[in-house]
């Protein structure tokens, strides 16, 4: 991993300092779940990211995945829905038992095989809340099963990105066996039948601040289109966020904010034409 860069202005230094860490095939499953949503949200900012790498000159380190991982976060994928999937099956096959057995006690069928220790009448009353549990624990699971489904799905945006930008080696056979409904970010976020908010909480809040940091800094080097900023703004200061924001002035970024250096340069320019204006 490369070292980390000290930088005054805390976009650059939030940006540059930001590590993709590439999915391997024996990564754990919440790096699978880390690495996919990171990769759903950075093609969802591939304008933005063209933009600041146009402003800056700056390119990621393991922005665009290989195809290899890839195939490492498809194969993953499969996996973990997989496993969840048995989880709802095996339960619904123990409902359907306690069910049938629920069923045959109140026709009779059947008697309290503990009748010394509670009576029939209770045994049934027990037999429903057993069986009303149950189908919590389905639901809960079910729910669980949706979750990782649509973080798998999150895929299907990824691949779509690379096959758009041409990437060498990925082919549209890559989409054939993800799922085409993506799942809502927010639900990952809930701790509600669900173990891995955490980790998920972690990726999204790291990328959101990425993806703020990179558009302020687009947003400053964009002239004003509103007519009060227009008439407030001088308009070469977009100019000097533009220049502060080059790769080739990190030493500059080192000593000076992007602001502190606008503000100065501003301020000089200002006091130049004021005086121009008698001469």
């Not at 880390?34 to 304008?47: F, N, P, Q, S």
């Not at 998920?200 to 959101?208: G, Q």
């Not at 002035?249 to 006091?271: F, G, K, P, S, W």
Request: net charge positive; charged share 30%; hydrophobic share 35%.
């Amino acid at each position: 991993m490369n070292e980390i860069l000290f930088y005054k202005d805390e976009n650059l230094s939030y940006i540059f300092n930001y590590k993709f860490i590439p999915f391997e095939e024996n990564g754990k499953n919440t790096g699978f779940m880390i690495r996919t949503i990171e990769l759903y949200k950075l093609a969802r900012m591939k304008d933005s990211i063209k933009k600041f790498t146009e402003i800056t000159g700056f390119n990621f380190d393991n922005l665009i995945p290989s195809v290899e991982e890839i195939k490492f976060l498809i194969k993953r994928g499969r996996s973990v829905v997989s496993n969840y999937s048995k989880f709802p099956e095996k339960q619904e096959a123990e409902l359907n038992s306690l069910v049938d057995i629920l069923n045959n006690a109140q026709n009779g069928k059947i008697k309290n095989p503990n009748s010394y220790s509670i009576s029939n009448r209770a045994w049934i009353t027990d037999m429903h809340h057993a069986v009303e549990r149950k189908k919590d624990s389905i639901k809960n699971e079910k729910s669980k099963l949706e979750k990782i489904n649509g973080l798998y799905g999150l895929l299907y945006t990824v691949i779509e990105w690379l096959l758009s930008e041409k990437e060498t080696g990925f082919r549209k056979e890559l989409l054939e066996t993800i799922p085409r409904k993506t799942g809502y970010l927010n639900a990952l976020l809930s701790e509600m039948n669900w173990d891995y908010s955490r980790p998920c909480k972690l990726i999204m809040s790291a990328t959101d601040e990425l993806e703020h940091c990179i558009n302020k800094v687009i947003n400053q080097c964009a002239a004003p289109t509103d007519k009060y900023t227009l008439r407030n703004t001088p308009i070469y200061k977009s100019d000097y966020y533009r220049f502060y924001y080059k790769k080739e002035n990190h030493h500059l970024q080192q000593i000076l904010t992007a602001d502190e250096y606008v503000e100065a340069m501003v301020n000089t320019r200002n006091r130049t034409q004021n005086k121009l204006s008698y001469m």
